[in-house]
């Protein structure tokens, strides 16, 4: 028998958000870079393994000097993470990304748009991550009972509920509901989705409705009570099944 | 006419929504048309008291926003033909009545039904008020107790000042309901005498309805006192309470069962 090893087929990609300290060097750049020595004497581990922005907003610097500021820094054991106020047609492999947000451009004639990243991007030879479909979780899931007087509507899609859902308690679901409790209080499933169901492992509910069509408790058939079931529309009648 | 009688209290738990009940199913026996409105949104009890909380699918905030019409909202009696009930919804905000939705409603009511009896949250907030503010009777149900009494009169208070009829300069009709009495304990001292809270709160009894177990069973089975233990002496007490409502004329006694006969008959040997 033989079994299909499927390759490794995602990435993984995180967002992350930290503080980063950001240094703002002035012109001219030699005496700040010695007051800097001078101020690293009195305090030598202060930037150890610590992200650095270098904010440029201040100072205007052809792309050669950047690069060697940063190298400067880097012998100081600076590690600069990125640019801030930078020109986005800098894109020389090996220095700091520019970053778009948070402060601006020095040259006021570069585009501040999307492609100036996607140049930077293409320049590194990196695709960027196709953005993930704006698609919402389809289903609701709730962790908790449901208590009496409490009202949880996802017109997306189903609702789960791991627990019980009380007498007064209210849910609507544009998609099916599914609860793995009792089914005390009422469930309004499928709004114009007459394929919506309702599944809830102890029926007491006091209304049950799918894409309009209800029932109260009383129209209930009393043999279903207390059992597991579903209900699902039949033409114009709701039905409920017993799954046990 | 069409009267509007509010139920109310202040204090919680005085039996407010007992006696909305109890007194509804006693004037619809002698044949009026009633119709009991449950006010206390959020909360919602009576629809259980009266055993209809499983026909329950419209309620009073969808007629107030107009998502339902009055008739697809009112939920008949199977029991007595001429009563009618109007149930509170439980999922939403008490803030979604509004003053002018809740006069609309009452308004559409008084065309159907002799009585529209409003069952009141407790407090002195918004839902209370509006629940009195298109009374023209109003039932203060107490107990005999000091908290209560006070909360009572403070509630007179606002029957006096925020209603339609007192704003408009004229008298509020007002009744006293003394529930959960004891002659027995009050003649011992452990709870105030019917005297002492008239005292207090003069205006006129409606009733006094004896501490019974009777009460509490008739609740938990979805039919008040006067539907399922007629014989007893609460119903009685509420029978009696809604002929006075009515404009009769009726002598003021404390029923009693046989039970506190014998409670009255050791608390006087301990003492």
């Given at each position: 028998?033989?079994?299909?090893?499927?390759?490794?087929?995602?990435?993984?990609?995180?967002?992350?958000?930290?503080?980063?300290?950001?240094?703002?060097?002035?012109?001219?750049?030699?005496?700040?870079?010695?007051?800097?020595?001078?101020?690293?004497?009195?305090?030598?581990?202060?930037?150890?393994?610590?992200?650095?922005?270098?904010?440029?907003?201040?100072?205007?610097?052809?792309?050669?000097?950047?690069?060697?500021?940063?190298?400067?820094?880097?012998?100081?054991?600076?590690?600069?993470?990125?640019?801030?106020?930078?020109?986005?047609?800098?894109?020389?492999?090996?220095?700091?990304?520019?970053?778009?947000?948070?402060?601006?451009?020095?040259?006021?004639?570069?585009?501040?748009?999307?492609?100036?990243?996607?140049?930077?991007?293409?320049?590194?030879?990196?695709?960027?991550?196709?953005?993930?479909?704006?698609?919402?979780?389809?289903?609701?899931?709730?962790?908790?009972?449901?208590?009496?007087?409490?009202?949880?509507?996802?017109?997306?899609?189903?609702?789960?509920?791991?627990?019980?859902?009380?007498?007064?308690?209210?849910?609507?679901?544009?998609?099916?509901?599914?609860?793995?409790?009792?089914?005390?209080?009422?469930?309004?499933?499928?709004?114009?989705?007459?394929?919506?169901?309702?599944?809830?492992?102890?029926?007491?509910?006091?209304?049950?409705?799918?894409?309009?069509?209800?029932?109260?408790?009383?129209?209930?058939?009393?043999?279903?009570?207390?059992?597991?079931?579903?209900v699902w529309l039949n033409g114009d009648s709701l039905v409920i099944t017993a799954q046990? | 006419?069409?009267?509007?009688?509010?139920?109310?209290?202040?204090?919680?738990?005085?039996?407010?929504?007992?006696?909305?009940?109890?007194?509804?199913?006693?004037?619809?026996?002698?044949?009026?048309?009633?119709?009991?409105?449950?006010?206390?949104?959020?909360?919602?009890?009576?629809?259980?008291?009266?055993?209809?909380?499983?026909?329950v699918v419209y309620d009073l905030i969808n007629v107030v926003q107009g998502d339902a019409?009055?008739?697809?909202?009112?939920?008949?009696?199977?029991?007595?033909?001429?009563?009618?009930?109007?149930?509170?919804?439980?999922?939403?905000?008490?803030?979604?009545?509004?003053?002018?939705?809740?006069?609309?409603?009452?308004?559409?009511?008084?065309?159907?039904?002799?009585?529209?009896?409003?069952?009141?949250?407790?407090?002195?907030?918004?839902?209370?008020?509006?629940?009195?503010?298109?009374?023209?009777?109003?039932?203060?149900?107490?107990?005999?107790?000091?908290?209560?009494?006070?909360?009572?009169?403070?509630?007179?208070?606002?029957?006096?000042?925020?209603?339609?009829?007192?704003?408009?300069?004229?008298?509020?009709?007002?009744?006293?309901?003394?529930?959960?009495?004891?002659?027995?304990?009050?003649?011992?001292?452990?709870?105030l005498k019917v005297e002492d809270v008239l005292e207090i709160l003069s205006i006129p009894?409606?009733?006094?309805?004896?501490?019974?177990?009777?009460?509490?069973?008739?609740?938990?089975?979805?039919?008040?006192?006067?539907?399922?233990?007629?014989?007893?002496?609460?119903?009685?007490?509420?029978?009696?309470?809604?002929?006075?409502?009515?404009?009769?004329?009726?002598?003021?006694?404390?029923?009693?069962?046989?039970?506190?006969?014998?409670?009255?008959?050791?608390?006087?040997?301990?003492?």
């Amino acid at each position: 028998m033989t079994a299909a090893v499927r390759p490794r087929h995602s990435i993984r990609f995180h967002s992350r958000s930290f503080h980063a300290m950001a240094l703002a060097p002035q012109a001219p750049l030699a005496d700040w870079l010695s007051e800097l020595d001078a101020w690293l004497e009195r305090s030598p581990g202060f930037f150890v393994g610590r992200p650095i922005v270098l904010d440029l907003s201040a100072v205007k610097l052809p792309q050669a000097e950047v690069l060697q500021l940063t190298k400067d820094l880097f012998s100081r054991d600076i590690l600069v993470m990125g640019i801030e106020g930078g020109d986005p047609s800098w894109r020389e492999l090996g220095m700091p990304p520019p970053f778009v947000s948070g402060g601006r451009y020095v040259n006021e004639t570069a585009r501040v748009t999307a492609d100036a990243i996607a140049n930077v991007m293409d320049a590194k030879e990196v695709k960027a991550p196709e953005p993930a479909p704006a698609q919402r979780s389809a289903a609701l899931l709730l962790d908790s009972p449901l208590r009496s007087g409490q009202y949880i509507e996802n017109l997306d899609g189903d609702v789960i509920v791991v627990g019980s859902v009380a007498s007064g308690a209210e849910i609507v679901a544009g998609g099916s509901i599914h609860v793995y409790g009792a089914l005390r209080g009422r469930a309004i499933a499928g709004a114009g989705q007459p394929r919506a169901r309702i599944f809830c492992r102890k029926l007491e509910a006091e209304l049950l409705a799918i894409d309009g069509l209800y029932m109260t408790a009383d129209d209930m058939e009393a043999q279903l009570r207390g059992r597991s079931v579903q209900v699902w529309l039949n033409g114009d009648s709701l039905v409920i099944t017993a799954q046990d | 006419m069409a009267k509007v009688l509010v139920v109310t209290s202040g204090k919680g738990g005085v039996g407010k929504t007992t006696s909305t009940a109890a007194l509804g199913v006693a004037l619809a026996k002698g044949g009026k048309n009633v119709v009991l409105v449950d006010f206390d949104v959020g909360l919602r009890n009576l629809d259980l008291v009266m055993g209809a909380e499983r026909r329950v699918v419209y309620d009073l905030i969808n007629v107030v926003q107009g998502d339902a019409k009055l008739a697809q909202a009112l939920i008949r009696d199977k029991r007595i033909p001429t009563l009618s009930l109007l149930p509170a919804s439980q999922t939403r905000d008490k803030d979604a009545l509004t003053d002018e939705g809740v006069a609309r409603v009452i308004a559409e009511l008084k065309q159907k039904f002799d009585w529209i009896i409003c069952d009141s949250p407790a407090g002195i907030e918004r839902g209370p008020t509006l629940a009195m503010r298109h009374a023209d009777v109003a039932i203060v149900v107490t107990n005999p107790e000091v908290s209560s009494v006070r909360d009572s009169d403070r509630i007179i208070g606002l029957l006096d000042s925020k209603t339609e009829k007192a704003e408009r300069g004229e008298h509020m009709e007002k009744h006293l309901l003394l529930t959960r009495y004891d002659a027995a304990r009050a003649e011992r001292g452990e709870m105030l005498k019917v005297e002492d809270v008239l005292e207090i709160l003069s205006i006129p009894l409606l009733g006094i309805i004896p501490e019974s177990d009777e009460v509490l069973r008739a609740s938990n089975i979805g039919a008040p006192v006067t539907l399922s233990a007629t014989p007893s002496a609460p119903a009685r007490a509420y029978f009696d309470a809604a002929r006075r409502l009515n404009g009769e004329t009726l002598e003021m006694t404390v029923p009693n069962d046989r039970k506190s006969f014998f409670g009255k008959f050791f608390g006087r040997r301990a003492a």
